[in-house]
């Protein structure tokens, strides 16, 4: 399916999704992020990608472009490389003025291993999903997918669910996007990611692409 690259707009004025290509510094979403540090584009077997050192590097959009959808899904495809903190967070999305958020975020279970850890918060409600019984190891590339739809919080490593959950999530209003930090500088990611999909519906695994 085809898929637009967009600028910084609202997901609902793109019914096909957005598609951001981490192949620059200078370019998120169709606007200059504020860069964190010195992350650093590099060229990997399945193309172009921006590496994080895990301590200092990060990218800040200033917009959210989820705004407005009841469903999404979002998706990203990344390389998590050891020897960071147990806790990371490559993707950060947060409304203005609230506690509002969402996130796909790592954990370290040891030297060779890292599970997925997602969260999300609406008002006074929220949603952990920590799938520590589902390891993967470092070095190979991953797709990873967050969805939302009906009142229930799920996600996918390589098209294989591994959890769900019941949360009420209120549509987002204007806010900011982070990738490869949380927003306020803490829990930094270190590896290498290469596109993030955001899409205003929440795909079947037949339907994720990257």
């Known amino acids: ?54 301590w200092q590097d990060g990218l800040v959009a200033p917009f959210l472009p989820l705004v407005g959808a009841t469903s999404f899904t979002v998706e990203m495809a990344f390389c998590p490389l050891p020897g960071g903190q147990r806790e990371q967070r490559p993707l950060h999305l947060q409304e203005s003025g609230s506690e509002n958020r969402l996130l796909i975020e790592t954990r370290v279970a040891d030297a060779e291993h890292w599970f997925v850890d997602t969260f999300m918060r609406s008002g006074a409600a929220s949603q952990t999903l920590y799938a520590e019984s589902c390891l993967h190891l470092f070095g190979p590339w991953y797709h990873v997918a967050l969805v939302y739809d009906n009142g229930v919080m799920r996600h996918y490593v390589n098209t294989a669910l591994e959890l769900s959950g019941p949360l009420e999530f209120a549509p987002l209003s204007a806010g900011q996007t982070c990738v490869g930090v949380r927003l306020n500088r803490v829990s930094w990611f270190r590896g290498r990611i290469r596109t993030i999909r955001f899409t205003p519906r929440a795909l079947l695994p037949a339907a994720f692409s990257l």
Do not use: Y
């Open 1 to 54: 399916m085809p898929v637009a690259t967009v600028g910084p707009v609202p997901i609902s004025n793109h019914p096909l999704g957005m598609i951001w290509r981490l192949d620059s510094l200078s370019d998120l979403g169709g606007a200059a992020p504020q860069v964190l540090g010195a992350p650093r584009v590099v060229d990997d077997s399945g193309g172009r990608a921006i590496e994080f050192d895990g």
